[in-house]
């Protein structure tokens, strides 16, 4: 196994996709332990709303590039979380193809990257891997139930490749690479729009138009809070031997689309009804991760219940909205107040 370089001085972490929803936490948390962080993003799903309060932290530097075209980096590196590639259907299905690049030819060069610096990796997976699962709850032990051909394939299984190069290249001995399977995750800095169920019915509810739900809204999903999962993701970076499998990071406990909408709906007064859509071609019918991998390995399991993170994340969109109409009408337009002032991290 190939052993770790860390001198015990401040360590520099790059994170690909570092401006986006999970990143920017995972950077302002990477920051707030003392380490460097190179922020990599190409800004076709990130926000430089989201980091922009990092821009004169004097350990932080931004690189905006494409992981599909990316090489080196001219200082040492001792870890790099890849984080690069649009999560939300609407997004990765805008361009499949590059959507698969990045999960395949991007992974491929950070993995180059952190094999020519000996640092650790960690690849973000995701539960989609488990397709429609047959099994329920998911074990990282599942081989899922995926359609390579359906319009989410292009996620699916890019993400799927993107786990067997990091196999690879920890079984031959190349890199530390580690993977998390991450859960639906939630929290402020999600974009508006993004297609999402809970920024989908939070901002309905906010703007007073019915809730959108596709299909009866008996399915299931399994929402973590992004700081619950920031801590999982740098646990499993951390976390010594490497487990040498997947991990599955996300909340176990499991609600119905029709009972998160009830919640938001007695959260967010001002909604106007819920309106039934078809459900998307191969959405899955359940979701729920066995964490019991996660909580051996990293003593590691969700703390926020969703009541309370839907009521932070309600907040943040608030605010968003609200500065939305003050733009629109320049004389009452005020400062956007940063990302970290709507959530502190471990909060």
Known sequence: ?????????????????????????LCDALLLRGDRVICVDSFLTGSKINVQPLENHPRFRLIEQDVCHFSDIDEPVHQVYNLACAASPPSYQADPVHTMMTCVAGTGNLLALAESHNASFLQASTSEVYGD??????????????????????????????????????????????????????????????????????????????????????????????????????????????????????????????????????????????????????????????IARARELLDWEPKVPLSQGLQQTADYFASVLIESEQRATPSRARPHPGPTDALQIGA
């Open 1 to 25: 196994m190939l052993q770790k370089v860390h001198d015990g001085k401040t360590r520099t972490v790059l994170v690909a996709g570092g401006a986006g929803f999970v990143g920017s936490h």
């Open 133 to 290: 699962p047959e099994e329920h709850p998911q074990r990282e032990d599942y081989r899922g139930n995926v359609s390579c051909t359906g319009p989410r394939a292009c996620y699916d299984e890019g993400k799927r490749a993107a786990e067997a190069l990091c196999f690879d290249m920890l079984r031959t001995g190349r890199t530390d690479a580690r993977v998390v399977r991450i859960f639906n995750t939630y929290g402020p800095r999600m974009q508006p729009n993004d297609g999402r169920i809970i920024s989908n019915l939070l901002v309905q509810a906010l703007s007073g138009d019915p809730l959108t739900i596709y299909g009866n809204g008996e399915q299931t999903r399994s929402f973590c809070f992004v700081t619950d999962l920031v801590a999982g993701l740098m646990a499993l970076m951390d976390v010594e031997p490497n487990p040498g499998a997947p991990v599955n990071i996300g909340n176990p406990g499991e609600f119905t689309i029709n009972e998160l909408a009830a919640m938001i709906q007695t959260m967010v007064a001002g909604g106007s009804g819920i309106v039934y859509r078809p459900l998307p071609k191969d959405d899955p019918q359940r979701r729920r991760p066995d």
